[in-house]
């Protein structure tokens, strides 16, 4: 396989990816690739489910083989929110400024030590014929009460890594992608990739 369409419209994620997989050889395409294309409602309960539902109809619809992932942030004081809904926390998708403000509102009676979360993110590939298959990645962390750094997205900037001392969005990219929830996820697909010979 030389060509992946990655089932997302989010330049951030897409820019990820595709550092990511630009050493492996493969090509990869974004949604905004395939005008046509419908958006896909992300009602599932789990990042697996969503993560599915995008990799299956977007392969369906474009008979290619498609990526997609789920992804998103969990937070221990607010039982696993904002989870799958992470992208639309404060209602409108992929507002940052408006998630981080809802989270650090929702957080703003927690202390420190208290505040323990992780990114968390799944991912499904779907091969024409072939049964889909899900990678995970996960890193933990800490929430702080006022944003640091001025890289990344999301929640990237509120996200102090365990045992780094740095924000996710004070990480260089090389680094970010080293060890992020999505770059374990991605080079599990990569690995599983040059193993199929797709």
């Known amino acids: 396989m030389r060509e992946l369409v990655v089932a997302t419209?989010?330049?951030?994620?897409l820019r990820e990816i595709r550092h990511l997989l630009e050493g492996a050889g493969i090509?990869?395409?974004?949604?905004?690739?395939f005008s046509e294309?419908?958006?896909?409602?992300?009602?599932?309960?789990?990042?697996?489910?969503?993560?599915?539902?995008?990799?299956?109809t977007i392969a369906r619809l474009t008979?290619?083989?498609?990526?997609?992932?789920?992804?998103?942030?969990?937070?221990e004081a607010l039982?696993?929110?904002?989870g799958v809904h992470s992208a639309r926390y404060a209602?409108?998708?992929?507002?940052?400024?408006?998630?981080?403000?809802?989270?650090?509102k929702e957080l703003a009676d927690v202390p420190e030590g208290r505040?323990?979360?992780?990114?968390?993110?799944?991912?499904?590939?779907c091969l024409p014929g072939e049964p889909t298959c899900f990678f995970e990645g996960r890193v933990s962390g800490q929430i702080l009460f006022a944003p640091r750094g001025t890289g990344g997205f999301g929640y990237d900037p509120l996200f102090l890594v365990d045992g780094g001392g740095r924000t996710m969005a004070e990480l260089p990219?090389?680094?970010?992608?080293?060890?992020?929830?999505?770059?374990q996820a991605l080079r599990q697909v990569v690995a599983a990739l040059a193993v199929e010979h797709v």
């Open 37 to 56: 294309l419908p958006e896909i409602d992300e009602d599932g309960h789990t990042f697996a489910a969503n993560a599915a539902k995008k990799a299956e």
């Open 63 to 75: 008979g290619r083989p498609c990526l997609a992932d789920d992804s998103g942030l969990t937070v």
């Open 9 to 13: 419209r989010n330049a951030g994620k």
């Open 79 to 82: 039982g696993g929110e904002p």
């Open 115 to 125: 505040r323990q979360a992780a990114f968390c993110c799944v991912m499904a590939l």
């Open 173 to 183: 990219l090389e680094e970010k992608n080293r060890i992020s929830h999505r770059g």
């Open 27 to 33: 090509i990869v395409l974004g949604l905004d690739a």
């Open 91 to 104: 209602g409108v998708q992929g507002d940052d400024a408006a998630n981080n403000a809802r989270l650090l």
